[in-house]
Structures are given as structure tokens and as C-alpha cells.
């Protein structure tokens, strides 16, 4: 598997794992935005030239934001998401802190994210105004780089 920065020819294979993963699925301009945004960080996770997950974050001074993560229904439970946040992490090593909102029923991605060191620090209620499900906020402080 390789990761690389996301480009507009991947939008085909990026939204269509997008509409077989969320409810209410981001739009082709919603992808088209963020790949403009200068703070914005899209990556693609590709297995011989198929790309089978994604990632969207933003870089706001010395947060990291993690806005959109998904991964082909077909390729979960092979450690995608993982590499791609591991990924992130590892490009972004001069951040302090890293956070997402991610659904309360969403036990897949919380026990992701809890694997990978976020802790869960608040509630936005009815967050998800469709449904009207609460959000949980996870965040994890990272380690100070050594100068
Ligand atoms: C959540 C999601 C991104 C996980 O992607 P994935 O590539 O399958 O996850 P990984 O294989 O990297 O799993 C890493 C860890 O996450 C946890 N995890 C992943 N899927 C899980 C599941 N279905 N049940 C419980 N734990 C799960 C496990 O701790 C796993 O580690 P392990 O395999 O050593 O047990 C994927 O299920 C997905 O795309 N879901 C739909 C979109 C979504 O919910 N995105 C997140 C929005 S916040």
C-alpha cells in the first residue's frame, strides 16, 4: 500500500467509497474545496493503482483537524485508516494536538482512533443535524519534537 497527496483524478474513486461509507456523503465540490484550501492535507491510500482510502485533514497553526477519513467497504480491517492517520501524524510531527468529531454509534473509527492514542474529550450534542446523533470530540496532544 502506498500513501500519497490526493489529486483531482483520484475524486472519481474517492467519491464513490465516500456515498458506500457515510449518510450524508461530501459532494465532488466539497473534495474540489479541499484540495484548494492551503491548510488543507488530502491523501490517498492506493494498492497497485487502486485507491482504497482517503484522508482529509486541516492544519490550523498547531492543530490538525481530521475532517474526513473512509476506506473501501471491501479493503476494511487492513489496517488503511490506521496507516493513513499514522501517515498524518508522522507529516505533521511539529503540530500539538490533533482532534476530530466522529458519531457516537460509530464504534469502528472510535475504537480506531482510541488505538491510536486519542483519548475522548467532549460531546457535541445533535451534532449530525440530519439524524440528530451526538458527536463525540477525541483529541491527543502529541509529543514535543526534540530541537
Ligand atoms: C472506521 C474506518 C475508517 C476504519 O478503517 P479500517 O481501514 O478498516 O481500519 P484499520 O484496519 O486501520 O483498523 C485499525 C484499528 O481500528 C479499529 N477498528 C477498525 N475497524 C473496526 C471495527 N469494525 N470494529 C472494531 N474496531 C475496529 C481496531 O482497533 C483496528 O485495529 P486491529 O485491526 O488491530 O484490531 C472504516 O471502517 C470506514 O471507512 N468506515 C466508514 C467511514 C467512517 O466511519 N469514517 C470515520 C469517520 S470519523
Not at 489496517?79 to 511539529?94: H, I, K, N, V, W
Not at 483519548?119 to 491527543?140: C, H, N, P, V
Request: glycine content about 6%.
Amino acid at each position: 500500500m502506498t500513501i500519497r497527496p490526493m489529486c483531482e483524478t483520484d475524486l472519481d474513486p474517492v467519491l464513490a467509497i465516500e456515498k458506500q461509507s457515510f449518510a450524508s456523503p461530501w459532494t465532488k465540490e466539497a473534495f474540489e474545496q479541499e484540495l484548494r484550501k492551503p491548510f488543507g492535507i488530502c491523501l490517498v491510500a492506493e494498492e497497485e493503482g487502486a485507491v482504497l482510502a482517503y484522508l482529509v485533514a486541516w492544519r490550523v497553526m498547531d492543530e490538525v483537524h481530521i475532517a474526513n477519513l473512509a476506506v473501501h467497504p471491501d479493503r476494511r480491517r487492513l489496517g488503511a485508516a490506521e496507516a493513513l492517520m499514522r501517515f498524518l501524524e508522522s507529516r505533521e510531527r511539529s503540530a500539538v494536538w490533533m482532534g476530530l468529531e466522529v458519531r457516537k454509534g460509530n464504534a469502528a473509527a472510535r475504537s480506531l482512533y482510541r488505538k491510536l492514542g486519542f483519548f475522548e474529550t467532549g460531546l457535541r450534542r445533535r451534532y449530525y443535524q440530519a439524524e440528530g446523533e451526538d458527536a463525540i470530540l477525541m483529541s491527543k496532544v502529541l509529543p514535543e519534537q526534540k530541537k
